[in-house]
């Protein structure tokens, strides 16, 4: 029997249409009841940081409104027409045909009718993403296997040295995830490959996507969301991967990540070697110019940390704080739920190595609620917390006058447009923001002269 | 067991009429068990649009959204090939549930049988 949640921080697996249109001139087709397309949306973009329509999203994303009718006596046939009308007023590269709860529940075989369009020469994809079958994050992974085998289909890969695929964070379920696209992309250029960043303002659309089986490796930068998308083209294309099981942040992390990569994929050492060395002396030279301030207002940066994030950003973010930083993890609080105990003991293993002091109070919680009493009870009086996490956190922070990022959905109260959080950008970033957050967040104590 | 349908239709073999066109609708018996169905009657809906007043508010001259909610009360179902909201909506306060099946009636029968007995058998679970 599945369960009650409070506050949920990820939707349903139809949420997945927010992936097609990350994808530049892609657009989905809702084959779902009234209303799940425009709350998804709500829930996908105004709650990530008012990221609004795009592309043909929101208020233009097609949906058959499925009602009585079609429970009753099947819903292809307004499908088809539908999509065979969206060809007519709809100017796309491609389209994905994304089922809902009541015709999965009706069996409308999407798939099939995805097909008949595809045997005409029309590029359509179907995605079976019931709401039941799980959340956005699986929901992310099936519309991506399903344009891979569909749409790229059984091809013969002409690998092109250099060429690489990246697949990481889930479009709007991470709310940076076009600024974190865009740095990964900058990093991986910088050492000389040529980047297929699929999603994002920087992707070249669906010709990027046919290029997928040409890559000469693929990179996963995520614990497990995405993994079974490089076993799959490792399987088809026999492409290998390399798996980074987090977000880099920072120089520390991002440096380590690139060393990895090099030694995986035998890069030219001395070239990688120079771009760390290049961005490390910048990324300090900006910590070390902190210093003074530092010292100046020592007493009044928040020391203890706690999180609240998927586990993507949780432990990146977290190795960041703690390993370069210096906080105390107090508390970090996975929100999306690992589909297997195995992945669950792989993402503690990777913790593990970041440190035991992290490992230690590390919880699995996808319900708001308990979150949020957890919350109340571990921080207790103290002031000197910096929460990371979502609006629904404003209120344990506003209770002792505690410093609230925004870090993960939903998030409200913020616009976010390129800012990102990842990589060497995203370091210093995370760094202005918890020290600017002293002064903004009216933490700073009365007694300490500013002028 | 068998309940009732209505139907509009002006050739007995599909479900062609829409709901404004409708003078008269087909009543057939279906047989819950094994999906067989029966003609019973023809019903006469007669229209009187000088002495009637529009309560549907649909513009149509006439209460005959109501009209035909009596007309077919005793019927579990009631299928045409399209009606408009405001009727629809008249209807389902009058506890009609119509439903737009622009198929052949065997089809659109076999169909809503399934569904009939999925859903007697959801609620005989939930109640």
């Known amino acids: 029997m599945s369960k009650l949640i409070e506050q949920p921080r990820f939707s349903c697996a139809l949420a997945a249409q927010t992936t097609v249109l990350a994808i530049p001139r892609a657009l989905p087709i809702v084959h779902a009841g009234p209303g799940c397309a425009s709350k998804t949306f709500l829930t996908l973009s105004q709650c990530a940081g008012n990221q ?17 009718k079609e429970v009753v006596f099947g819903g292809e046939n307004k499908l088809r027409t539908l999509t065979e009308n969206a060809f007519k007023v709809l100017d796309a590269d491609l389209f994905v045909l994304l089922s809902g709860c009541t015709s999965g529940i009706i069996g409308d075989d999407i798939v099939s009718i995805a097909n008949e369009f595809r045997e005409e020469g029309r590029p359509v994809v179907g995605a079976e993403t019931s709401g039941f079958t799980g959340n956005n994050y699986q929901g992310h992974e099936l519309v ?46 910088s050492i000389g490959l ?11 659309g669906v010709f990027e996507w046919q290029n997928i089986p040409n890559a000469e490796f693929n990179i996963l930068l995520s614990p497990w969301i995405g993994l079974k998308t490089v076993e799959l083209l ?17 120089g520390k992390a991002t440096s380590l990540f690139l ?3 090099a030694a995986f994929a035998n890069l030219d050492l001395e070239k990688v070697s120079a771009v760390i060395k290049r961005e490390e002396e910048k990324f300090y030279s900006y910590i070390v110019g902190l210093a003074d301030f530092m010292s100046d207002f020592r007493s009044n940066i928040p020391n203890d940390l706690y999180l609240v994030a998927d586990s993507e950003y949780a432990i ?59 919350l109340f009870e571990l921080i207790g009086s103290s002031k000197r917390a910096v929460i990371f996490g979502s609006t629904w956190e404003k209120i344990v922070a506003q209770k ?7 870090l993960s959905m939903p998030i409200v109260d913020d616009v976010i447009l390129n800012k990102t959080f990842t990589g060497y950008t995203g370091g210093l970033k995370l760094t202005e923001e918890i020290y600017s957050g002293i002064f903004k967040h009216g933490t700073i104590d009365k007694n300490v002269q500013v002028l | 067991m068998a309940y009732k349908i209505a139907i509009g239709t002006s050739d007995k073999k599909n479900v ?31 229209r009187d649009p000088e002495k009637e007043e529009c309560e549907s508010g649909c513009s149509c001259g006439s209460n005959f959204a109501v009209k035909v909610g009596e007309v077919v009360s005793d019927c579990t179902y009631f299928l045409v090939a399209k009606i408009g909201p405001k009727p629809h909506r008249l209807l389902q306060e009058n506890k009609v549930n119509c439903l737009e099946a622009p198929f052949e009636i065997e089809e659109a029968v076999s169909k809503l049988n399934d569904y009939y007995i999925s859903h007697k058998k959801r609620e005989s679970h939930i109640f």
Do not use: C
């Not at chain 1, 991967?241 to 920072?250: A, D, S």
């Open chain 1, 144 to 189: 991506v296997n399903s344009i891979i085998e569909q749409f790229v289909g059984d091809v013969t890969p002409k690998v092109q040295k250099g060429l690489v695929n990246v697949f990481s964070v889930v479009p709007n379920q991470d709310p940076f995830w076009r600024g974190d696209l865009e740095e990964i992309k900058r990093i991986l250029t």
């Open chain 1, 316 to 374: 990146g973010v977290s190795d960041y704080l703690v390993n370069e930083l210096g906080l105390q993890p107090k508390g970090i609080f996975i929100t999306d739920v690992p589909p297997t105990d195995t992945i669950k003991e792989k993402i503690l293993e990777t913790i593990e190595t970041l440190g035991k002091e992290i490992r230690e109070v590390v919880y699995f919680e996808s319900d708001g609620g308990k979150i949020q009493q957890k």
């Open chain 2, 16 to 46: 062609n009429l829409h709901f404004g066109e409708i003078e008269s609708v087909s009543v057939y018996e279906v047989n819950e068990s094994d999906g067989s169905y029966s003609f019973l009657e023809e019903r006469k809906i007669t």
């Open chain 1, 234 to 250: 490792k399987k088809k294309y026999g492409t290998p991967f390399f798996h980074f099981p987090y977000l880099p942040v920072g």
């Open chain 1, 52 to 68: 609004g329509e795009g592309f043909g999203g929101g208020g233009q994303i097609s949906s058959t409104n499925t009602g009585t």
């Open chain 1, 259 to 261: 060393k990895k990569l």
């Open chain 1, 400 to 406: 002792n006058n505690n410093m609230l990022i925004h």
């Open chain 1, 194 to 204: 040529k980047v297929n960043i699929l999603f994002g303002y920087e992707s070249a």
